[in-house]
């Protein structure tokens, strides 16, 4: 029996379409899994208290869904939150549920990792610490950076009070001579001398302070000898005029 091809040929096609489409949909509502990086967030904690140490700021979590929806679902329509509302001083270990995690209606969390997180809360401090100017290069031949003057002198820090003890200065990062032959001022933002990961911060002054450099002639004395020029204060730093 010889086999047409064209026989019955849009019924032909119609199944076919129909199969793709049972296909597709079959295919569809099949799920499957994702990681997704996510930032961490540490919400509700009481007035006068502060996160202390290093701190675990993401977690990588497994989502499970549809396929459609997974290719829906982007990093910054995810969070995971910590809420620190009941927590009190000292140092303490929190698991971290699916319920912490703010996914879209359908995804489900199958895995968060880590699932336990460490934290160290301690009690808000206060003190105030010198600025320090920190320099780098030196002025041309025959001239010399003969003192500085910060104002305001001092800074008030504040943070976790284990943090805050440890800080005895700010810094108002490096400061260029190369190639200045006179007096100038700059503006600088003072910085807690503490690690990258601390909390402690500068809360006043707001804004930054203000430099002055004295830059001197170098005056050759009797003998061989330098001195500053006439008039010029002892050479190093310091903030008296």
């Known amino acids: 029996m010889r086999f047409n091809l064209r026989q019955n040929l849009y019924l032909k096609i119609f199944s076919l379409m129909l199969a793709f489409v049972c296909w597709y949909v079959v295919r569809s509502e099949e799920e499957r899994v994702r990681d997704f990086a996510v930032p961490l967030e540490y919400v509700g904690l009481s007035p006068g208290l502060e996160l202390s140490g290093r701190v675990v700021d993401g977690v990588a979590i497994r989502l499970r869904a549809t396929e459609p929806l997974l290719g829906t679902i982007t990093e910054d329509r995810l969070s995971a939150r ?3 509302g009941r927590a009190s001083p000292g140092e303490q270990y929190i698991p971290l549920t699916p319920e912490m995690i703010r996914a879209p209606g359908g995804a489900l969390v ?11 809360i301690d009690r808000r401090s206060r003190r105030e610490v010198p600025v320090i100017a920190e320099f780098s290069g030196s002025p041309p031949s025959g001239y010399e950076r003969v003192r500085y003057i910060i104002e305001p002198p001092m800074v008030t820090i504040e943070g976790p009070a284990n943090e805050v003890e440890k800080v005895t200065r700010a810094l108002t990062g490096t400061i260029l001579l190369d190639g200045e032959t006179a007096d100038y ?25 203000r430099v002055r450099v004295k830059i001197a002639r170098m005056v050759i004395a009797p003998g061989g000898g330098s001195a500053s020029a006439p008039g010029a204060a002892p050479k190093g730093g310091g903030t008296s005029p």
Do not use: F, H, M
């Open 82 to 84: 910590i809420d620190l």
């Open 110 to 120: 199958e895995r968060i990792s880590p699932d336990l997180v460490k934290v160290r």
């Open 185 to 209: 001022e700059i503006e600088a933002t003072p910085i807690p001398d503490a690690p990258s990961w601390s909390r402690v911060r500068v809360v006043s002054p707001q804004g930054p302070v």
